[in-house]
C-alpha cells in the first residue's frame, strides 16, 4: 500500500510538473494600472497601440533635443552644404534621414518605462525607472490620437478599450508569471531570411498581429480563411502574393489575397530581448516557426530605465577620449536606439545591449553586442558618415567632438 501512495504520488508530481511546464507565462507582458480622465482606475494586461505588448516592445515617438545639440558640428556643416536639400523647412539628406532641426526619432522599450503622463492631443511625458523624465511626441501611432487601439484587461471589468483622450496616467508594474489574457500569449519564434539569415524572439506579423488569438487572413482556393495564430505551426513565403501556411494539425494552406500573406505585408518584426529589434521585408522574408515562449525569458525588473552613456572613443591617430557619450549628437541614454540596417533587415539596437562600434568604411560600421554577435550596418547616420558627431565629456567637464572621418571605435563602458 505504500509503495502504491508513493506510486501515485510520483506520478501527481509529474503531472503537475508537466502541467506547469505548459502553464502560459504572462511575465513577458505589459501590465499596469490606467487612471482616466474621469477618475476611473482599470489594472491587468495592456495592448498599446494594437502591436505592443510586452515589455521588450518599443514606444516610438520624437523627442526635443537640448539647445546644445542644436549647435552643428564641423562636419555637420560640411554635409549639409555637399548633400542635402530643404523641403519647407525640413533637410533631407542623401543617406534618405529626415532632420527636423530641434527634434529627433526616438524610441524606448516599455521595460524602461515607470509611468506616462498624457499632457495633450500628442504628447506624453515619461518618467523612466532612473528618475529622469523625457517627453515624446507623436512620430508614429504609439503617441497621439491617432493610436489604432489600447486595451486593458482588468480582473472585474474584462477587457476595457480606451482612446488616447480617456487617458489620464498610466504606472507600469510586473504582471504575474500566471497572469491569463483572453487575447491569448505573445507571438514567439524564429523568423529565417532569403540569405538564410535567422532571428528568434518574440514576433509582430504585419506591424499588428503579436498574439496567439489574433488572426490571420487569407484566400484558399476561393475561399476567405481567418486561422487564429495558435493554430499555425509555420508560414513561408510562396511567392510576392503568397504564402504557405502549415498548420499544428498537419494541414497546408496556401493563402493569397491580404497584406497579412502578400508583399503589401507592412513588416515582421522580431524583438530579441538580447539586443533590441528587427523589421524584415516580405521580398527579404524566407519563414517563421512558432514556439512557445520560454518561460521567464524576460520580466520587467530586468529593465533599469537607463543611465549615461559611458565609454571610450579611440580615433584613427591613435587618441582616446573616455567619458560620458553623445552619439550622433543626439542618444546620450542606454535606453537609446541605434540604428541601421543589415542585409535589408532593419535593426534597433538598445545602447545598453552594445559592446562596440567600428567604423568599417565612410558607410558603414561593424557593431558587436554583449553576447558576441556582430552585425555590419549601414544606411543610417548612426553609423556612416552622416553622423553629426561623437561628443565626448569627460571627467573634468571638457566636451571634445570626433568627427567620422577621425572616428576608429567606440567601447562602451
Same mark, same amino acid.
Given at each position: 500500500?505504500?509503495a502504491?501512495?508513493?506510486?501515485?504520488?510520483?506520478?501527481?508530481l509529474?503531472?503537475?510538473? %508537466?502541467?506547469s511546464?505548459?502553464?502560459?507565462? $504572462?511575465?513577458?507582458?505589459?501590465y499596469?494600472?490606467?487612471t482616466?480622465v474621469?477618475?476611473?482606475?482599470?489594472?491587468?494586461?495592456?495592448?498599446?497601440?494594437?502591436?505592443?505588448?510586452?515589455?521588450?516592445?518599443?514606444?516610438?515617438? #520624437?523627442?526635443?533635443? @537640448?539647445?546644445?545639440n542644436m =549647435?552643428?558640428?564641423?562636419?555637420?556643416?560640411?554635409?549639409?552644404?555637399r548633400?542635402?536639400?530643404?523641403?519647407?523647412g525640413?533637410?533631407?539628406?542623401?543617406?534618405?534621414?529626415?532632420?527636423?532641426?530641434?527634434s529627433?526619432?526616438s524610441?524606448?522599450?516599455?521595460?524602461? +518605462?515607470?509611468?506616462?503622463e498624457?499632457?495633450?492631443?500628442?504628447?506624453?511625458?515619461?518618467?523612466?525607472?532612473s528618475?529622469?523624465?523625457?517627453?515624446?511626441?507623436n512620430?508614429?501611432?504609439?503617441?497621439g490620437t491617432?493610436?489604432?487601439?489600447?486595451?486593458i484587461?482588468d480582473?472585474?471589468?474584462?477587457?476595457?478599450?480606451?482612446?488616447w483622450?480617456? +487617458?489620464?496616467?498610466?504606472?507600469?508594474?510586473?504582471?504575474?508569471?500566471?497572469?491569463?489574457?483572453?487575447m491569448?500569449?505573445r507571438?514567439?519564434? #524564429?523568423?529565417?531570411t532569403? =540569405?538564410g539569415?535567422?532571428?528568434t524572439g518574440?514576433?509582430c506579423?504585419?506591424?499588428?498581429?503579436?498574439?496567439?488569438?489574433?488572426?490571420?487572413?487569407?484566400?484558399?482556393?476561393?475561399r476567405?480563411?481567418?486561422?487564429?495564430?495558435?493554430?499555425?505551426?509555420? /508560414?513561408?513565403?510562396?511567392?510576392?502574393?503568397?504564402?504557405?501556411?502549415?498548420?499544428?494539425?498537419?494541414?497546408?494552406?496556401?493563402? =493569397?489575397?491580404?497584406?497579412?500573406?502578400? *508583399?503589401s505585408n507592412?513588416?515582421?518584426?522580431?524583438s530579441? @530581448?538580447?539586443?533590441?529589434?528587427v523589421?524584415?521585408?516580405? *521580398?527579404?522574408?524566407d519563414?517563421?516557426t512558432?514556439?512557445?515562449?520560454?518561460?521567464?525569458?524576460?520580466?520587467?525588473?530586468?529593465?533599469?530605465?537607463?543611465? @549615461?552613456?559611458?565609454?571610450v572613443?579611440?580615433?584613427?591617430?591613435?587618441?582616446?577620449?573616455?567619458g560620458? +557619450?553623445?552619439?550622433?549628437?543626439?542618444?546620450?541614454?542606454?535606453?537609446?536606439?541605434?540604428?541601421? $540596417?543589415y542585409? %535589408?533587415?532593419?535593426?534597433?539596437?538598445?545602447?545598453?545591449?552594445?559592446?562596440?562600434?567600428?567604423?568599417?568604411?565612410?558607410?558603414?560600421?561593424?557593431?558587436?553586442?554583449?553576447?558576441?554577435?556582430?552585425?555590419?550596418l549601414?544606411?543610417?547616420?548612426d553609423?556612416?558618415?552622416?553622423?553629426?558627431?561623437?561628443? /565626448?565629456?569627460t571627467? *573634468?567637464?571638457?566636451?571634445?567632438e570626433?568627427?567620422?572621418?577621425?572616428?576608429?571605435? +567606440?567601447?562602451?563602458?
Open positions: 500500500m505504500v502504491l501512495k508513493n506510486i501515485l504520488a510520483g506520478t501527481a509529474l503531472l503537475l510538473l %508537466s502541467a511546464s505548459f502553464a502560459s507565462d $504572462n511575465s513577458n507582458r505589459i499596469g494600472t490606467i482616466t474621469d477618475g476611473d482606475v482599470f489594472e491587468g494586461l495592456i495592448r498599446w497601440d494594437k502591436n505592443e505588448v510586452s515589455w521588450v516592445d518599443m514606444l516610438d515617438g #520624437t523627442k526635443d533635443l @537640448p539647445k546644445r =549647435r552643428k558640428s564641423r562636419s555637420s556643416r560640411k554635409r549639409s552644404r548633400s542635402s536639400i530643404e523641403i519647407f525640413i533637410k533631407i539628406g542623401t543617406s534618405g534621414n529626415i532632420s527636423f532641426g530641434n529627433a526619432q524610441g524606448i522599450r516599455f521595460g524602461n +518605462i515607470k509611468s506616462f498624457v499632457i495633450d492631443d500628442n504628447a506624453m511625458l515619461i518618467q523612466l525607472k528618475g529622469e523624465e523625457v517627453e515624446l511626441r512620430g508614429s501611432t504609439d503617441i491617432d493610436i489604432r487601439e489600447i486595451i484587461e480582473a472585474r471589468e474584462g477587457e476595457i478599450e480606451l482612446e483622450d480617456d +487617458i489620464e496616467t498610466v504606472e507600469f508594474s510586473a504582471a504575474n508569471n500566471d497572469e491569463t489574457s483572453s491569448g500569449e507571438l514567439y519564434g #524564429t523568423v529565417t532569403r =540569405r539569415d535567422e532571428f518574440f514576433v506579423w504585419d506591424i499588428d498581429e503579436v498574439l496567439t488569438n489574433d488572426i490571420l487572413n487569407g484566400d484558399h482556393k476561393g476567405s480563411k481567418k486561422i487564429k495564430f495558435k493554430r499555425i505551426d509555420t /508560414i513561408e513565403r510562396y511567392s510576392s502574393n503568397g504564402a504557405t501556411v502549415y498548420l499544428k494539425s498537419d494541414d497546408e494552406l496556401l493563402l =493569397r489575397g491580404t497584406n497579412d500573406v502578400d *508583399d507592412r513588416g515582421i518584426i522580431v530579441d @530581448p538580447d539586443f533590441g529589434q523589421v524584415i521585408e516580405w *521580398d527579404e522574408f519563414k517563421v512558432f514556439e512557445k515562449v520560454p518561460r521567464g525569458i524576460i520580466h520587467y525588473k530586468d529593465f533599469d530605465g537607463g543611465k @549615461p552613456l559611458q565609454g572613443v579611440y580615433t584613427e591617430e591613435g587618441d582616446s577620449y573616455e560620458q +557619450i553623445r552619439w550622433d549628437n543626439d542618444e546620450e541614454y542606454t535606453w537609446e536606439m541605434l540604428n541601421g $540596417n542585409h %535589408s533587415v532593419e535593426f534597433e539596437i538598445e545602447f545598453s545591449k552594445i559592446k562596440e562600434i567600428k567604423k568599417k568604411s565612410y558607410r558603414s560600421s561593424v557593431v558587436t553586442i554583449l553576447n558576441g554577435q556582430t552585425f555590419r549601414r544606411g543610417s547616420n553609423v556612416d558618415e552622416d553622423n553629426k558627431g561623437i561628443f /565626448i565629456t571627467s *573634468d567637464g571638457d566636451e571634445i570626433v568627427e567620422w572621418d577621425e572616428f576608429d571605435r +567606440i567601447e562602451f563602458k
